[in-house]
C-alpha cells in the first residue's frame, strides 16, 4: 500500500480505539511518524507512519506497525509478536471493492522457515483453513467503530500461522 493508504488506516485505529474499545488496549508507540528505535533489528530506523501495541484482554499481544517495511515507497502493516521477537505477518496489499471504497488487505501465509517442513505447514494450513490467503476487513466495508472486528482477524490470522508453523512437530508427536 502507499503511505497515504497506510495513513488512513492508521488514522482510522486512532479515531475509533483510542485507549480500551471493547476487547482491545492500543497504545501508541510511535512518536509522530518518526521511525522507531530499539523495537527491532527489523524495524529500527525505517520510515513509518505509526506503530501500535494491541493488547487483547483475554490474553495475548502483538505490535501493529504501519511502516516502509523495504524502504521503496511501498508500505506494509507488519504484526510483531508481543515480545518483540519476530514477526507474524507482513501485510502490504490494500484490496479496494467495486466502488473503490477499501475493502480489506490481503496477505498470504508463506512459511520460509529453514528445517524442510515449509510444505507440510502450507498444506496444514491450507487443509484447515481452506486456502493460504488471508483477508483484514479494513474501513470501507466496516463501520468506524469497528476497529475491534479488524483487530480480531488480526489475532486470528497470528493464531493460525503459529498454529501452522508448529504443524511438523504435530506429525512427529502422531
Given amino acids: 500500500m502507499n503511505r497515504e493508504e497506510a ?6 485505529l486512532e479515531r475509533s480505539s483510542a485507549g480500551i474499545v471493547s476487547a482491545y488496549d492500543i497504545t501508541r508507540i510511535s512518536m509522530d511518524g518518526l521511525p522507531l528505535q530499539g523495537f527491532h533489528q527489523w524495524a529500527n530506523g525505517k520510515p513509518l507512519v505509526n506503530a ?7 490474553g495475548g499481544a502483538l505490535y501493529l506497525l504501519f511502516i516502509d517495511w523495504h ?7 507488519v ?3 508481543g515480545d518483540k521477537s519476530t514477526t507474524h505477518a507482513e ?4 484490496v479496494y471493492d467495486d466502488g473503490g ?11 520460509l522457515k529453514r528445517d524442510g517442513g515449509n510444505a507440510i505447514r502450507k498444506a496444514f494450513y491450507k487443509q484447515k483453513w481452506g486456502g493460504t490467503e488471508v483477508t483484514f476487513p479494513v474501513l470501507g466495508v466496516l463501520k468506524e467503530e469497528e476497529t475491534d472486528l479488524f483487530l480480531a482477524s488480526l489475532f486470528e490470522a497470528v493464531e493460525r500461522r503459529l498454529q501452522a508453523d508448529r504443524s511438523p512437530e504435530l506429525f512427529d508427536e502422531m
Avoid: C, F, G, M
Fill in 101 to 111: 471504497r477499501p475493502s480489506h488487505l490481503k496477505w498470504t501465509y508463506n512459511p
Fill in 7 to 12: 495513513e488512513a488506516l492508521s488514522a482510522w
Fill in 52 to 58: 501500535y501495541h494491541v493488547k487483547r484482554l483475554e
Fill in 79 to 81: 504484526l510483531y509478536a
Fill in 71 to 77: 524502504r521503496n515507497d511501498s508500505y506494509y502493516a
Fill in 91 to 94: 501485510i502490504r496489499q490494500l
